[in-house]
């Protein structure tokens, strides 16, 4: 797939996510959407596990959620996830929660993704990575 | 379909499951499983969710796992689970956790799952999981 | 307490919240976080539980974390947490983990709570929140 | 401390660990004893961080937990720990988790825990273990 395109996962809610409200707690949107920015990155060559073991490890340095529909039991979900180069150093994954049965936006995410070498201990972005943003 | 069928379902690791070992930590086989026993008995017309409004909550009397192969970063795996009728207020729930690849058996679970009345909370099957266990 | 003071909370890292990279995965900061919350709305008289039961859900409208240093295992953590009210039904919490060992701060939270009558699904403070924060 | 005597931890309840059922989820009282078990083993010399560095991974051969009576919101509760020696190669761990309140029995857990080399991917107890069992 291109760098630019939207990418997309399919989910539905464990019971075990949901809390006394009977609604998915809020922790439980940033993990969906992380599996998805993984997936993504994945999907575009970028292996979160085997960029720890060749030495970076991708981070986050800003994340935002805006709540706006809870998902609840049985609900099924997509997680969408559109990477937005932001200059040398940083990338911006911008990525929705939508319930499956009627579209609703569940959640918006905007997350600013770095990378820090784990020998320099500085950022510093993985070859690979700087390859598929053009940088 | 049918009560003494088995019921399986598919997942697939998230790399917040892993922990620094680089593994699926324990706890989340239990989540895994937990979430195949959800399903199977939301197949069989018993929903978890629903089944506590209405005035039962489903909950674990005792949990056995037994841990044979780590799930890693980008597995894919299979739960199954199938019920072992106990009695007039037990039901065991066997369940495997199979690695996809390679058929591995990653994780053996044997779960005894109990009901309990919301109003004289003791315990008590609500009326379709009786029906459906034929008690 | 007063509700203009700051609140802090203590905690140290469990190994079951590091990641692959042997440092505590994102999500989990978003759970310190709501626990020093709950904590602080607790100590100011609003339990999350008991307003569940009586009709009003506290909900995020928004959450926004500042990736600083990451904690590891072994790694003891304050959270503390202070309360901006923002017109009728909006309440800002800012938030900090710090560092026990050397007070560097790990993240910085910057949560939008509201609350959410469960007989009209409507935006609602409970009486206790809107005395506690003279609305 | 002595191999032999009994270790005990203190938490209490975050509420999102609770479920629909207003209960703290089963695979929270996993987590619990998990970090009891790494600060018993922190505390005899034995650190699940610094071990994986050193070429062993710590792992569970199998778990069961027997759940007696579910923890809720804003309960404190104690976790025990206790060493009882296995052979050459396994060491089982029996856990409580008590309710601080009423000192009721919440859970009971007994872990197998093996140690398997990075290295050869074998069973195999790094050399402190080893001493500190005295085998």
Request: proline share 3%; hydrophobic share 40%; net charge neutral.
């Amino acid at each position: 797939m291109n760098v630019s395109e939207v990418f997309s996962i399919d989910g539905e809610v464990r019971d075990s996510e949901l809390d006394l409200q009977g609604i998915v707690n809020n922790s439980n949107y940033f993990i969906f959407m992380a599996h998805a920015r993984h997936k993504h990155l994945k999907a575009l060559g970028i292996d979160f596990a085997k960029t720890h073991e060749e030495g970076h490890d991708l981070v986050l340095a800003e994340a935002t959620i805006k709540y706006r529909t809870p998902l609840k039991s049985g609900d099924e979900y997509a997680v969408t996830s559109k990477i937005v180069p932001q200059g040398k150093i940083r990338v911006i994954m911008e990525q929705e929660v939508i319930r499956k049965s009627d579209k609703k936006v569940c959640a918006i995410g905007i997350f600013t993704v770095t990378s820090i070498s784990t020998k320099t201990l500085r950022p510093e972005f993985p070859e690979n990575l700087k390859l598929l943003l053009g940088i």
